[in-house]
């Protein structure tokens, strides 16, 4: 009889042995081979002696010998009949985790091979994966026999197929970019799961299992495949071996600082790794997304061969001379020589491959590699490569998706050395979802494809003649940020400047580009976080500009650069907002009118349409308030809701609208000194995040306020089961402060358990001050929590700050709340009391983080 608990301690001292040995020598794949061989070692060991009428073999990263600390132990157990073995497969299973080994284990029988193969391809695959381990050889043999004669060309088809959707679903959920912040290790873009995909697809289509026994993982021996089949050339291998390793150690890192199975990569682990590996965290993570990127193009590369090897082949009939070095066949480009490239050469090669949406064979994008790193080398800068890359940027489309293919293979930033400091470069605890480079490259695309997302500003993307002087825009946009986040858009500018002047552009070309790099966060800042209908605010912004031209391109910059922040920043509220400050700024510039004069106007156009269509209670309530916006924000038949709901005298209305995007909240009531911020407190603690906030009023002291809201867990909308309890929370909240006071403390409790899954950032604090010819605005910056608009307005409402108009917009878990207020007295807040207004508010915020 086996002494279980004397081998599971044994066995947890080998696997910490293991560990620590890692932490010596820190190599991925010999850690990964000798853990995994421990684990088979003490399965046979446990097992010893037994014999089985059927198999024990390993799956997944078992099986592949790339297990990470807290990996699945995954077993297969193969059997003609489950009844028969029943009892002694448990009795195995339950040795193993008497014995410290908690497999992860499911039973097979022959007619599974058909059942999985007709229903369910995908779990199908996992039978090309097993290793053996234990039991009857023959059936194991049996089995992978009777697998290869069950499966046919039409199945083999079919499941490649699956693959590819299996991986845009993939992508859709874990991030389609391999420079997305804080990937996913396993499933994310360029990371272990699309080396994996290319494993299986090349076995099932070659008829090849993926367990041959030796002492190295599985990823080895698969390249090492490739290379001696000459798939893929030597060269190629080494670089995705390294990559795979960089990737594979960083899950080994995270199992081990969590203490359990764990693959998302945030900031805190990021940096925790750098400090293990005795290198920067800028600089790791270089490396890191430097892999990513690798495996990511190595994966494309692959999909794009299996899926051309089971469509129609092209003849060579229809190959088609590009130049003297250049042929292209289908969308393939090929060279005709495999000497290194010039950088013209290659300049060369990226316009063609723009102009016909091709992609290189696996020669010349090896060749453009080698010949990227001997140009590096050397920096033999010759005058025809930027005649090459101009005409690039003036491609009719597919420009984005070049110059992201040059980046990929280094060309970008060795052509433009200053952008070779953006490639990697990231900022932990900002709203970014995507290193500066990707994020570049992804607002260029974005813009190409504007016309699909949004018709105003595909009209006049459209129409712009110069679309090249924006993509330059949009490429120097943050390139100064590796030098300086604060100010970048100063300096960057001026680099900007530089490297036309080097491409041969004329000024007025240098200046436009000039203007938009300095004002790229401009239109945003003011589309966010002024009053739009506020004259001085328009004049501002429209003094700016000296032409239309650049007001088209700044409005298009500032979408793309919006857009490709993450999936989720650009909104309907976004849009509406910048498009509104576009047209307004437009109209100016156009009738050279002042923004007074052309709210004005609009103002009038708006109460002769209201004249002709509403009663006079309708028009009397309009003509009450001052703020033009109104009339924009909400519908006519909203409108006419709220004059009848003011004319019943009741205390607070409330209306709730799942109409769009998110939840709108429209309160009405009579104006106080403390009533926004109970009105926010009502709201928090019914966990509901403000995503924004309009403040209208009357000249008789009622308020319209509207809130755009979501539920903080799911950022969805509200349930409208729960309108009835936030309905008669903000009625108590009119009366009775201190319940609003008592609610709050008792919610904080439950939401200190919870808010670290939800706002993952620290982030930064800060207050602003601008001056306003009527008012002072003050720009609150902090990182989002729940309750954190109610102590903001709280605290102001302390202080004796009375707040005329408030923005609030969130950035994913940072929010930029902006406040147009007067003091007590009905006048702008003394400067001298700027250093007392910021310490409480500061003081506050920091509280509640």
């Known amino acids: 009889m086996k002494n279980s608990i004397k081998i599971k301690e044994q066995f947890l001292a080998d696997r910490d042995e293991v ?253 925790k790794i750098a400090n293990a590996l005795e290198i920067g965290w800028q600089d790791y993570m270089k490396e890191f997304f430097k892999s990513t990127s690798n495996i990511n193009r190595f994966s494309r590369t692959m999909r794009k061969r299996f899926e051309e090897q089971i469509s129609k082949p092209i003849s060579e009939y229809l190959t088609i001379n590009l130049d003297e070095d250049f042929t292209l066949k289908g969308k393939v480009i090929s060279i005709n020589s495999d000497k290194l490239l010039s950088l013209p050469e290659m300049m060369r090669s990226f316009y063609y491959r723009g102009l016909h949406d091709g992609r290189f064979d696996e020669n010349l994008r090896s060749l453009i590699i080698e010949s990227v790193n001997e140009y590096e080398e050397t920096q033999a800068e010759e005058l025809s490569s930027s005649v090459f890359f101009r005409e690039i940027l003036k491609l009719p489309r597919n420009v984005g998706k070049t110059l992201q293919t040059m980046n990929e293979l280094g060309l970008l930033g060795a052509f433009l050395t200053q952008f070779k400091d953006l490639v990697g470069f990231f900022q932990p605890g900002v709203y970014h979802c995507y290193t500066a480079d990707e994020h570049t490259l992804i607002a260029l695309r974005n813009i190409e494809h504007v016309a699909e997302k949004d018709e105003h500003l595909g009209v006049i993307y459209e129409n712009l003649v110069k679309k090249d002087l924006l993509y330059l825009a949009v490429l120097f946009h943050d390139i100064a940020k590796p030098i300086s986040v604060a100010g970048h858009e100063i300096i960057g500018c001026e680099i900007a400047a530089n490297i036309m002047e080097k491409l041969g552009y004329a000024l007025n070309e240098i200046n436009l580009v000039k203007f938009l790099v300095r004002h790229h966060l401009t239109m945003e800042q003011v589309a966010f976080r002024r009053n739009l209908n506020d004259g001085s605010t328009l004049d501002n912004f429209s003094s700016l500009f000296n032409s239309l031209l650049s007001l088209d391109m700044l409005y298009i910059l500032t979408y793309g650069d919006l857009s490709a922040v993450s999936p989720v920043i650009w909104t309907k509220w976004k849009s509406d907002l910048l498009y509104e400050l576009y047209s307004k700024t437009y109209e100016m510039l156009k009738t050279r009118i002042s923004g007074e004069e052309l709210l004005y106007s609009d103002t009038l156009q708006i109460m002769n349409g209201i004249n002709e269509m509403t009663d006079d209670s309708t028009k009397d309530h309009v003509e009450s308030i001052n703020d033009v916006g109104y009339l924009s924000f909400y519908s006519q038949r909203e409108i006419n809701k709220h004059a009848e709901e003011i004319a019943k005298g009741s205390k607070i209305t409330v209306f709730f609208n799942n109409d769009g995007q998110f939840t709108t909240v429209t309160v009405i009531t009579k104006d106080f000194d403390s009533l926004l911020s109970r009105l926010c407190g009502a709201l928090a603690i019914n966990d509901v995040n403000i995503l924004d906030a309009r403040i209208f009023t009357r000249n008789d002291g009622i308020v319209i306020d509207s809130f755009n809201v979501s539920d903080f867990r799911t950022h969805k909308q509200i349930d409208k089961t729960r309108f009835d309890k936030i309905r008669n929370d903000l009625t108590i909240a009119i009366d009775d402060d201190p319940y609003i006071s008592r609610e709050f403390e008792k919610m904080k409790s439950r939401w200190w358990r919870i808010e670290n899954k939800f706002f993952k950032r620290k982030g930064k604090t800060n207050i602003e001050f601008e001056d306003h010819d009527n008012f002072t605005i003050i720009d609150v910056f902090s990182p989002d929590r729940l309750g954190l608009l109610y102590r903001i307005t709280q605290k102001m409402n302390e202080m004796g700050i009375s707040i005329y108009f408030a923005k609030i917009a969130t950035h994913s878990d940072d929010v930029v709340d902006a406040f147009y207020i007067l003091d007590r007295n009905g006048k702008k807040v003394s400067k001298n009391d700027y250093d007392m207004i910021k310490h409480e508010l500061l003081s506050t915020i920091n509280d509640l983080l």
């Open 19 to 271: 560990f620590r040995e890692h932490d010596k020598h820190k190599d991925a794949f010999k850690f990964c081979v000798r853990y995994s061989l421990l684990v088979e070692e003490y399965v046979y060991r446990i097992l010893a002696g037994r014999k089985f009428n059927f198999v024990i073999a390993s799956l997944g990263s078992f099986s592949r010998r790339e297990l990470a600390p807290f990996s699945d132990i995954d077993m297969m157990i193969i059997t003609k009949s489950v009844e028969e073995n029943e009892a002694e497969i448990k009795s195995a299973v339950t040795e193993l985790w008497d014995c410290g080994i908690e497999v992860s284990h499911t039973v097979r029988e022959f007619e599974d091979i058909k059942h999985f193969l007709k229903e369910d391809l995908h779990a199908f695959t996992q039978f090309f994966e097993t290793r053996y381990l234990l039991g009857r050889k023959d059936i194991y043999g049996e089995w992978n026999q009777l697998l290869f004669e069950q499966i046919t060309d039409k199945d083999k088809f079919n499941l490649i197929n699956e693959f590819f959707q299996d991986t845009k679903e993939r992508y859709s959920k874990y991030g389609a970019s391999p420079k997305v912040l804080e990937p996913n290790i396993k499933f994310s873009a360029g990371c272990l799961r699309d080396i994996h995909l290319i494993e299986w697809m090349y076995a099932l289509k070659n008829d090849m299992l993926l367990s041959e026994q030796s002492e190295s993982t599985q990823t080895e021996k698969f390249l090492t495949h490739l290379k001696m089949n000459k798939v893929v050339n030597s060269k190629e291998i080494t670089r995705i071996l390294e990559a795979y390793k960089v990737i594979l150690n960083a899950r080994i890192y995270l199992h081990k600082f969590n203490d359990r199975d764990n693959d998302r990569l945030e900031f805190s682990y990021q940096e």
